[in-house]
């Protein structure tokens, strides 16, 4: 994985580093309507900065937009594969460097529940003509993720795994620039109300310690590794679902 970034030109440039271009790239899809949004802003966009301003968190309200990385890739133990974050944000906020991990979403699913990731890794075991077990990378991903966040397996068997690596990056990335605070913050282009989606990320937030997970707010999940924690749920603006 290489350490050295380009700059981008327009958000169409977003496009190539996709890990999918030609299927993920579409109107009305988060990948597209994300890129336009935060291009045009040229840091946060109103929507987000709303979200920020609004919260009870003085951290973030003016908090400085520093350097933005478009599906950004987080290695994780446990395999090859890392966690390709959609954006991933260095913020400041007074002397505070912030870590923010943004998951784009419309309608699309937060992917398979943890005790569906490991079926699958099973099977795909078992088609190497392995014992059908997820394999020992498997396992140790998921360990390291649940020590992480501070949940049991069994606590984290039917949340998406998706959110979890995507809420670890925000941390490993925070250790890695020195930052003492994360935020994972789903930006999602639902119009719906609730939103689309917006049930399993509730779950997933009341298992790590948020009381009323709501659209439109920040919420503190405690302290995770030394590191302060946030999770987030932003409404993006329906233009960007028809670019």
């Avoid at 336009?36 to 920020?52: I, K, L, T």
């Avoid at 068997?157 to 925070?174: C, F, G, K, N, V």
């Amino acid at each position: 994985m290489r350490r050295f970034y380009v700059p981008t030109r327009g958000p169409e440039d977003w496009k190539a580093l996709l890990a999918e271009p030609d299927r993920q790239w579409r109107t009305g899809f988060s990948a597209k309507a994300l890129a336009y949004s935060w291009n045009e802003a040229d840091g946060f966009p109103p929507c987000v900065r709303a979200v920020f301003d609004d919260s009870p968190f003085p951290l973030f309200h003016g908090v400085e937009f520093l350097l933005g990385f478009p599906e950004h890739k987080v290695a994780l133990p446990g395999g090859l594969r890392a966690s390709q974050t959609d954006l991933f944000v260095l913020a400041k906020s007074g002397g505070e460097l912030v870590s923010v991990a943004v998951e784009g979403k419309v309608d699309e699913s937060f992917g398979d529940s943890v005790d569906v990731w490991l079926t699958r890794r099973a099977a795909d075991e078992e088609k190497q003509g392995r014992e059908p077990q997820p394999s020992e990378g498997a396992r140790t991903r998921l360990t390291y993720l649940c020590d992480l966040l501070g949940l049991s397996e069994p606590d984290a068997s039917d949340l998406p795994y998706q959110l979890l690596h995507r809420t670890a990056s925000a941390l490993i990335e925070a250790w890695r620039f020195n930052a003492r605070q994360a935020l994972m913050l789903v930006h999602s282009f639902s119009q719906a109300d609730p939103p689309s989606r917006f049930d399993d990320y509730e779950k997933f937030a009341s298992r790590l310690g948020c009381v009323n997970a709501r659209s439109g707010t920040l919420d503190f999940v405690g302290r995770r590794a030394g590191l302060d924690l946030y999770l987030g749920w932003a409404k993006g603006v329906a233009k960007y679902l028809t670019v």
